[in-house]
């Protein structure tokens, strides 16, 4: 979820951005000033990369994510006129989900990632304050 969250987050201001009359540069100006991610940094580099006419298809082939690279592939639609406002909704619906679904399967683990340390160390620990004084006690009378 780690990934999916500033992905997650940068949709909602673009689509926040947009609905509200802003342009697509404008959203993006504002979302790189107000935040600092590792997505921005995508994001910055790839604003700068296609102001300069250097961006090619390999950018977005190198990114793992398949979120991220649907999103800088429609923000470079939009940057190069296209209406996204329609995709930009749909592909916050999708992330949305994904974000759920990873936060239900973390905390259908949790349970157990808790356990462990109680077993390995708070359980020793009451055995050692129970059994102690009868040891003790076991002891002293031999």
Known sequence: MEGLAPTLKFVLGLRLGLERGDSLRAALQRYLQCHSDDFTKKLSQFLSLRDQNRLDSNFFAKISSPYRRAVLQLVDRGLAGDSILQQVKILEIEIHEVCSAELDA?????????????????????????????????????
Request: avoid cysteine.
């Open 106 to 142: 973390f905390v259908a683990q949790l349970p157990f990632k808790v356990l462990l340390p109680l077993v390995l160390f708070v359980f020793p620990a009451f055995m050692i304050l129970l059994l102690g004084p009868l040891v003790l006690s076991l002891l002293a009378s031999i």
